[in-house]
């Protein structure tokens, strides 16, 4: 027997289970009338029970299924009065919300379900199997990502778009699928997971034609997990899984982060800022940490431990990690330990990125959390749990307004300049945070020490020339002072090995951009940092020193970031519009 219930007046009782495991779930439900002893009703419901609710009136009673559904029933005539059969009916894996967040789209393994933002009653159906969704950045296409193609649904006429067909393969899954900033591109995500390196693709199609328009392939990682926004950088979890490993697709660097920081072995729940800066880590396993690393070094921000049962003292697992859209804040949910107890229950957590201080914990629900999503003016955020429920949670109390603003004096101005340099990248961060939190003293200051990117063009291509020079010396000379500039040459050398040049030249070129570090120079560091000050405040002045920056060297990293600062910047703007 699995389940017993009295009715309030202790005249009838309920029963539903069987005398073994295979019967565990059974389909019926039993209606007893305690005086003789005998059945009264018969209830079934066709497919397994795993809860009942009894009304306080004793006639109806309430049964939850395995299939995610709720069936009511008339206790005394043994009648099916209403049954829920439109919500999801298994695990929710993905949630996003438009641009103006009146919509919500899930996925499982199953339709994906497009619900009111307003009522929350479900509005309509994208039919097929998917398991990722994303909504373009003006909202009008939805990507709906399934194992072997990913469809582009029109949320304005209701009908699917478009298709983009994904080469078949022997346990082919598509992780995830993201649009450009503009729209005009989407970025698919997909992966082989073999041993002891996956095979995955990175592809770039264009929307409008639904032609695929470049494609990388790399053996590594065997788990890739996210896509940064700008579809040029993979992140996943290794064989070992302590590690994460971040792979550029364009110049095939790849690097691995983690080591003993991350004492995970079931898999980890990760999710990129949507600047593409800051990974979230949260380890699927006894372990409660959330961990945030800069994905520009490689290095651990800090960690923010509260999953922790307060009554038992046991760790639950982070299985899912979100960012809000302007990267102040993070959510995380957790699901079942191994070491399971019955007074622990499941926890969304949300956090200030800026400090890694709690601002609101949500909970009471025994079930995993399996996707979160915050709405594009972080007012709201939805949970997806694995028994197929979704729980919105108000945030508007959350938003960046009700960040306190603070005051920094000269001292600790130059204090937080000198930090962003540093090695250290949790002291670098809680000076982003700082330099954020006093716009009126650190734009004033920033715009007196960032200044834009000026390369000599004409020395640079002198050098390039230099690479196919007959003198051997004047070869190496020029290979050193190219390789001492960095990534602030990318561009040069990237146009030149596109043109015609001689195959010595040629080969030379390749050579040094694979040679290059990964990791830039301390300058370059700090000027990131500062720029990502620059977009989290995102005032006026803020902006005009982001544009100041942008005339400089073409390619070069600084002026890059600061363009793709502004763009982010234009488009959150037009969400409130």
């Known amino acids: 027997m699995v389940g017993l219930a009295f009715t309030p007046d202790g ?6 289970g069987g005398r073994s495991l ?53 206790m005394v005539t043994g009648r099916k009065l209403f049954a829920d059969e439109e919500g999801p009916k298994s695990a929710i894996t993905s949630l996003d919300y438009p641009l103006d967040g009146k919509t ?37 296409q939805l990507a709906v990502v399934g194992d072997s193609m990913v469809r582009s649904w029109d949320m304005v006429a209701g009908q699917e778009a478009g298709v983009l067909t994904l080469p078949q393969a022997p346990r082919w899954r598509s992780i ?14 997909e992966g082989i997971p073999k041993r002891p390196a996956g095979e995955t693709f990175v592809r770039h199609w264009d929307v409008a034609t639904a032609k695929e328009e470049r494609v990388w392939v790399f053996p590594c990682p065997p788990y890739p997990r996210a896509l940064t926004p700008d579809g040029k950088t993979v992140v996943g979890t290794t064989i070992d899984p302590r590690l994460i490993s971040i792979y550029h697709v364009e110049s ?50 800090f960690v923010m431990n509260g999953h922790l049962g307060a009554l038992t003292g046991i760790e639950s697992p982070t299985t899912a990690v979100a960012w809000s859209v302007d ?81 920094l004096d000269k001292k600790e101005l130059e204090s937080c300049w000198a930090d962003l340099l540093g090695d250290d990248a949790d002291k670098a961060h809680r000076a982003i945070g700082s330099l954020v939190a006093a716009p009126k003293q650190s734009v004033p200051f920033l715009l007196g020490r960032l200044k834009p990117i000026v390369v000599a063009d004409r020395r640079i291509q002198q050098w390039i020339a230099d690479l196919d020079s007959a003198t051997f010396a004047t070869r190496q000379a020029a290979v050193k002072q190219l390789e001492k500039l960095g990534d602030r040459a990318l561009g040069p050398l990237k146009k030149a090995l596109n043109g015609n040049v001689g195959l010595e030249a040629r080969r030379r070129l390749e050579q040094i951009l694979n040679n290059m570090s990964d990791m830039p120079g301390p300058e370059t560091v700090r000027t990131v940092r500062a720029i990502m000050v620059l977009e989290r405040i995102g005032t006026p002045e803020a902006r005009a020193v982001l544009e100041s920056l942008t005339r400089g060297a073409h390619g070069a990293r600084e002026t890059e970031e600061a363009k793709a600062s502004l763009e982010r910047l234009a488009w959150r703007e037009s969400r409130v519009r």
């Open 11 to 16: 005249k009838g009782l309920i029963s539903w």
């Open 22 to 74: 295979p019967d565990a779930w059974v389909n019926k439900a039993s209606v007893w009338d305690t005086a003789t002893g005998k059945i009264a009703q018969i209830l079934n419901a066709n497919t397994g029970l795993v809860y009942i609710a009894i009304a306080p009136d004793g006639k109806t009673v309430a049964l939850g299924t395995l299939e995610n559904t709720i069936q009511i029933w008339d």
């Open 104 to 140: 919500l789209a899930s996925a499982g393994d199953g339709p994906v379900f497009l619900w009111d933002a307003s009522s929350w009653k479900r509005s309509g159906v994208v039919p097929g199997n998917a398991h990722t969704v994303s909504f373009s950045p003006d909202g009008k």
């Open 176 to 189: 995830s699928a993201c649009y450009s900033s503009d729209g005009r591109k989407l970025f698919t995500l």
């Open 252 to 301: 095939r660097r790849h690097r691995l982060m983690g080591g003993e920081l991350l004492p995970g072995d079931r898999g980890i729940a990760l999710s990129v800022s949507p600047d593409g800066r800051v990974l979230a880590s949260g380890e699927s396993n006894d372990d409660s940490a959330v961990r945030l690393w800069e994905v520009m070094t490689g290095k651990e921000m």
């Open 327 to 407: 990267g102040r804040l993070l959510a995380s949910g957790d699901g079942r330990a191994y070491r399971t107890h019955p007074m622990v229950t499941q926890t969304i957590r949300v956090w200030d990125t800026a400090t890694g201080k709690e601002w609101a914990c949500f909970g009471g629900f025994k079930t995993d959390v399996t996707a979160l999503a915050f709405s594009k003016d972080c007012k709201q955020l939805s949970a997806g749990l694995r028994d197929g429920t979704i729980l919105i949670f108000d945030t508007s109390k959350l938003t960046s307004d009700s960040i306190p603003a603070s005051s």
